[in-house]
């Protein structure tokens, strides 16, 4: 069989044989550039990192939140829960969800964190941080619509 013939093959084995790696392979988060990165400017930059790691963006808008308690509502007893949401609500954030080989857990945004934010109230970005809320909070900011499905040119040289 030819090189293309085999790749497919290789696809459909994975599926098979290993449902988990083959499901980490489509696995979608959410990620937001808080409205400190936005007025700082800091968007192209947290968007290069995340394509150079080789995620692919499967949607993103520059919005202003409306759903915020929604989205904090697991946080609501907490006492920062009022400055969060005010702090939130002073800006647009650019929200966007990312897809890639285990991407909740790599493209969380602690080193984003360390390299660009001045203080701790200040994260610049939001990242979900497990399979569920990843889940949540696409269905929550996005409609399905909004996702769109397409194949990297880079991904036969990340994946395969």
Not at 36 to 53: S, T
Request: glycine letters at 8%.
């Amino acid at each position: 069989p030819s090189h293309s013939q085999v790749k497919p093959r290789r696809r459909e084995l994975l599926h098979r044989r290993c449902p988990a790696a083959a499901a980490a392979l489509s696995e979608r988060t959410f990620t937001a550039i808080e409205p400190d990165g936005v007025r700082r400017g800091l968007g192209a930059e947290i968007i290069e990192r995340f394509e150079q790691k080789g995620f692919k963006l499967v949607a993103m808008k520059l919005i202003h939140l409306n759903l915020l308690k929604e989205h904090y509502i697991d946080l609501k007893d907490w006492p920062f829960y009022d400055g969060l949401v005010q702090y939130m609500h002073s800006g647009p954030i650019v929200a966007m969800v990312w897809e890639g080989l285990n991407v909740i857990k790599t493209g969380r945004p602690g080193a984003i964190h360390g390299d660009l934010c001045v203080q701790v109230g200040r994260n610049i970005i939001h990242g979900s941080d497990s399979v569920e809320s990843a889940k949540t909070e696409v269905n929550l900011w996005f409609t399905p619509e909004e996702l769109v499905d397409y194949r990297s040119c880079a991904h036969e040289w990340i994946y395969e």
